[in-house]
């Protein structure tokens, strides 16, 4: 019973190789984001808007080591930039380009004289819809955006959108 159930997932696995065949090496995505920023303390929360931009280089058919940068601003000056690092899994390859990832690295805040940079991470993913053979639109990308500044945790989210370009030996 042990070999059969061993026969059918390898059958799977490689079967379903084709579903993870890489086109290109790098992706380059820019675009527009919202962060619904809630900074605790029983404050409200706030709605951010601004930009965001990632380099994916995919390590091979399904991995992607990817760096995601973003800046985010809203009322009196307040503004938040974003610098995380981490692994991509890229769920397929066709027209449609599901993916998710865990990202972590540093948050930068800054407003009227307050500044601090505190440890942040995303866990989210998203959706890239083919356009062209090297240019595709990120329908949307959704993250849980955790930081921790002034020793609260805020818990974010983030929604990106825009377009991804693709580069590198196909």
Same mark, same amino acid.
């Given at each position: 019973?042990?070999?059969?159930?061993?026969?059918?997932?390898?059958?799977?696995?490689?079967?379903?190789?084709?579903?993870?065949?890489?086109?290109? @090496? *790098?992706?380059? &995505?820019?675009?527009?984001?919202?962060?619904?920023?809630?900074? $605790?303390?029983?404050? +409200?929360? /706030?709605?951010?808007?601004?930009?965001?931009?990632?380099?994916?280089?995919?390590?091979?058919?399904?991995?992607?080591?990817?760096?995601?940068?973003?800046?985010?601003?809203?009322?009196?000056?307040? @503004? *938040?930039?974003? &610098?995380?690092?981490?692994?991509?899994?890229?769920?397929?390859? $066709?027209?449609?380009? +599901?993916? /998710?990832?865990?990202?972590?690295?540093?948050?930068?805040?800054?407003?009227?004289?307050?500044?601090?940079?505190?440890?942040?991470?995303?866990?989210?993913?998203?959706?890239?819809?083919?356009?062209?053979?090297?240019?595709?639109?990120?329908?949307?990308?959704?993250?849980?955006?955790?930081?921790?500044?002034?020793?609260?945790?805020?818990?974010?989210?983030?929604?990106?959108?825009?377009?991804?370009?693709?580069?590198?030996?196909?």
């Amino acid at each position: 019973m042990k070999k059969a159930s061993l026969l059918v997932l390898l059958l799977l696995v490689v079967g379903a190789t084709p579903m993870f065949a890489q086109d290109y @090496k *790098v992706d380059f &995505f820019g675009g527009y984001s919202y962060l619904r920023a809630q900074p $605790g303390f029983g404050l +409200p929360g /706030v709605d951010t808007s601004g930009w965001e931009a990632s380099l994916a280089y995919n390590w091979n058919d399904w991995l992607a080591l990817k760096a995601d940068v973003d800046g985010h601003y809203c009322c009196d000056g307040a @503004k *938040v930039h974003d &610098f995380l690092f981490g692994p991509q899994v890229n769920l397929g390859h $066709g027209s449609v380009r +599901p993916y /998710v990832h865990g990202l972590v690295g540093a948050s930068h805040g800054s407003q009227a004289g307050f500044s601090d940079t505190v440890l942040a991470f995303a866990l989210g993913g998203g959706l890239d819809v083919k356009l062209t053979d090297r240019i595709s639109w990120r329908l949307a990308q959704a993250d849980y955006f955790g930081t921790r500044y002034a020793d609260a945790t805020q818990n974010n989210f983030r929604l990106s959108t825009g377009l991804v370009f693709r580069f590198g030996e196909k």
